[in-house]
């Protein structure tokens, strides 16, 4: 069972809104507004997985995962790379 699943089992009378294709980089739900938290980094690497250079899955990720806007229910994405220079990521 993925982190998806997981999700809609655990919480079946809730309605979440979720980022196709990334399931693997859920890393919780926002306890305030019930939105679904994606790691940054996981997605990055989940675009570059399937094919893409960094500077591609990085612009791609800006543009058209992180800069889409759906409502309330839109997905939340922790910047948890920005720490990556400090040896903390």
Known sequence: MNKKEHILEYYPDETYMFADGFDD?????????????????RVI????????????????FSYNVSGSYMGEMTPIFCNDTMFEEYGEG
Do not use: F, W
């Open 25 to 41: 980089a859920i890393i919780g739900i926002c306890e305030r507004t019930n939105v679904i938290i994606y790691s940054t980094k």
């Open 45 to 60: 690497e989940i675009l570059m997985e399937e094919g893409m250079e960094y500077e591609d899955a990085l612009e791609h």
